[in-house]
T-cell receptor, first 114, second 111 residues
Framework: NAGVTQTPKFQVLKTGQSMTLQCAQD?????MSWYRQDPGMGLRLIHY???????DQGEVPNGYNVSRSTTEDFPLRLLSAAPSQTSVYFC?????????????FGSGTQLSVL | KQEVTQIPAALSVPEGENLVLNCSFT??????LQWFRQDPGKGLTSLLL?????REQTSGRLNASLDKSSGRSTLYIAASQPGDSATYLC??????????FGTGTSLTVIP
């Protein structure tokens, strides 16, 4: 019963490096999303997807790319890491948002950009 | 921009006490409101979901209420236990799959 799986759990990057955060879910959820969590600012939506081949921007999309080639996977790419991207990143999924669908979260990736 | 506010930011209570956490939001056209629990270093776990047409939901010692017209929700925890210590976040969802989160209330239950 894996749910939402995120890898890696921890990552340290140098400024300018690129990397991909992985997210996979095994619940056949149409909706997947990426958030960053910063102290005092709560969770902020980066990008989301309502199905394979469909992605859209959230509140803070700059510096990040996403793609959704399958229902199960929704990777988040940092194109050129900056210290401002130091944060904890969470992937979340649900059945397509309706009035009664809960949001399921992965355990997070703690990213430090030096 | 939707604003979700949670007060207080931190709360410390003795074991056995009943307590109330508050959540307010500025745009009342919500799909639903969820209360989440987050333990240190972990992801969020959905505790209760209240649909926009509902007034409350209950699960065990937890009861969540929703007043859409005033833009408020409360999470009531009965007979608190040390294991309830965690951060509690509320989130509202809107058409277009947009979720907005509060910054959370950090709860400590003292044995």
């Amino acid at each position: 019963n894996a749910g939402v799986t995120q890898t890696p759990k921890f990552q340290v990057l140098k400024t300018g490096q690129s990397m991909t955060l992985q997210c996979a879910q095994d619940m056949n959820h149409e909706y997947m999303s990426w958030y960053r969590q910063d102290p005092g600012m709560g969770l902020r939506l980066i990008h989301y997807s309502v199905g394979a081949g469909i992605t859209d921007q959230g509140e803070v999309p700059n510096g990040y790319n996403v793609s959704r080639s399958t229902t199960e996977d929704f990777p988040l790419r940092l194109l050129s890491a900056a210290p401002s991207q130091t944060s904890v990143y969470f992937c979340a999924s649900s059945y397509l948002a309706a009035t009664n669908e809960k949001l399921f979260f992965g355990s997070g990736t703690q990213l430090s950009v030096l | 921009k939707q604003e979700v506010t949670q007060i207080p930011a931190a709360l410390s209570v003795p074991e056995g006490e009943n307590l109330v956490l508050n959540c307010s939001f500025t745009d009342s056209a919500i799909y639903n409101l969820q209360w989440f629990r987050q333990d240190p270093g972990k992801g969020l776990t959905s505790l209760l979901l209240i649909q926009s047409s509902q007034r409350e939901q209950t699960s065990g010692r937890l009861n969540a209420s929703l007043d859409k017209s005033s833009g408020r929700s409360t999470l009531y925890i009965a007979a608190s236990q040390p294991g309830d210590s965690a951060t509690y976040l509320c989130a509202v969802s809107y058409p277009g799959n947009q979720f907005y989160f509060g910054t959370g209330t950090s709860l400590t239950v003292i044995p």
